[in-house]
């Protein structure tokens, strides 16, 4: 909702990471704004920053006693810190703005509920794809459509590995390092590379595109592929993104996971590299693209800042498909995938309904065939001996799927696969 009259915002940042000294430059280089910074909570008060140091405090309370500071910003890498930040603030009479995704998806039910309780706005565009106004398109352009699919890249840092992987014959272990050099990658990526920050991710626009809360979708990252799984992929012209993906069922459910995924070289997602991102939503009548930067300093700030914007018209989500019954996420779908392991006897065969291709070489045995949703429940798929792919239309319909005849197929070489 948007009201017309504008607003004075004294915000109070926490954090002053890449993000947040990003926002501090934008904001001083706009003295125009209507926006201004009073006071910043950091961790460590002996680091030197490149503000004045009178802006700076290791006391939180500081920030959310303070009755004139009316927004917070909660930038800050430790979500349970964040957490209790966005509740206190709530609490205390302060607008929230946030890029804390695992915090929103973990908690986000509630914190939508403390919101509409206490009749303030909380925003987080820069939660999701930093630099794509994702949030804002699924709230207001596609508010009454029934929309049929999602899908896309939503994490710049997995994106900018495999970029580099791909592009430059860089290891894994060094395209990280260099992610994290860069910005794109924390120092503990262990979210980023596992998966769970796109799942976050989609987490939080499952609430927006269908109304769907408190479940997360099924997901893996890209620390299990195997150099035999990328050749695999190069040798048939395609790559490997990370992508989430969520799309309706004809029951009018909702499957949705973020899984590794073959793509054609051709395809528009083939063409987002490094820190970009890209999502695709199609509707009940047309098909949008956006694409944008996912990672840094400065998309994130810029996201921050639009929401910031916003906030001076008193803007905050209306959650229309969550309050007029919503969607459910379902668990019953079947998936066309690529599972590689480390020998055959790390081969799982009976957790497919049928198996279409069966590779073998001296350094990996690869299968493909259709799996349903159900046999991914445990992490036996996420060991350290087997990596899972997705094929580009991985979703297969719901059909009568005919039964293994054969309790394995026979073994064969890379230059004779079994089809």
Request: charged share 20%; with cysteine.
């Amino acid at each position: 909702m948007i009201l017309q009259q504008k607003k004075e915002l004294i915000i109070g940042l926490f954090g002053f990471g890449t993000a947040g000294s990003s926002l501090y430059e934008a904001l001083t280089n706009i003295p125009e704004s209507g926006i201004s910074i009073k006071r910043i909570c950091i961790r460590d008060g002996a680091k030197v920053r490149h503000a004045h140091a009178s802006l700076f405090t290791t006391n939180r309370n500081e920030l959310l006693q303070d009755p004139e500071i009316n927004v917070i910003v909660e930038l800050t890498s430790d979500p349970l810190a964040a957490y209790e930040i966005i509740c206190t603030a709530l609490d205390n009479g302060k607008a929230v703005v946030t890029a804390g995704k695992k915090t929103l998806a973990d908690h986000l039910p509630e914190l939508i509920e403390r919101a509409q309780a206490t009749g303030l706005p909380l925003l987080y565009e820069a939660a999701c794809c930093a630099g794509i106004p994702i949030i804002r398109n699924l709230e207001e352009y596609y508010a009454n459509d029934s929309l049929k699919s999602l899908h896309g890249i939503v994490n710049g840092s997995t994106n900018y590995i495999l970029s580099q992987m791909t592009a430059n014959g860089l290891t894994f272990a060094d395209a990280l390092q260099q992610a994290q050099v860069a910005g794109f990658a924390e120092e503990d990526p262990t979210l980023d590379i596992g998966g769970e920050d796109a799942a976050n991710k989609l987490t939080i626009l499952l609430a927006h595109a269908w109304g769907i809360t408190g479940q997360k979708p099924l997901y893996c990252g890209i620390d299990k592929i195997h150099p035999a799984d990328a050749k695999l992929a190069a040798d048939r012209g395609q790559c490997i993104k990370l992508v989430a993906r969520a799309q309706r069922l004809p029951d009018g459910k909702i499957a949705a996971f973020v899984l590794p995924q073959f793509i054609n070289k051709q395809g528009k997602i083939a063409g987002i590299h490094n820190e970009y991102n890209a999502i695709e939503v199609a509707g009940s009548l047309d098909t949008q693209f956006f694409s944008g930067r996912g990672a840094g300093g400065n998309p994130t700030a810029s996201a921050v800042l639009s929401d910031l914007q916003a906030l001076r018209y008193n803007y905050y989500y209306d959650y229309y498909k969550l309050h007029h019954g919503g969607t459910l996420l379902s668990g019953d779908f079947y998936l066309k995938v690529c599972i590689s392991y480390r020998s055959l006897l790390h081969v799982r065969h009976e957790d497919f309904v049928r198996i279409d291709e069966w590779i073998s070489t001296e350094n990996r045995c690869h299968i493909s065939g259709i799996i349903h949703s159900s046999a991914l429940a445990g992490n036996w798929w996420k060991s350290g001996v087997t990596s899972l792919i997705v094929y580009e239309d991985g979703l297969a319909p719901l059909l009568e799927f005919e039964p293994l005849l054969n309790a394995t197929p026979s073994k064969t070489d890379a230059t004779h696969a079994h089809q």
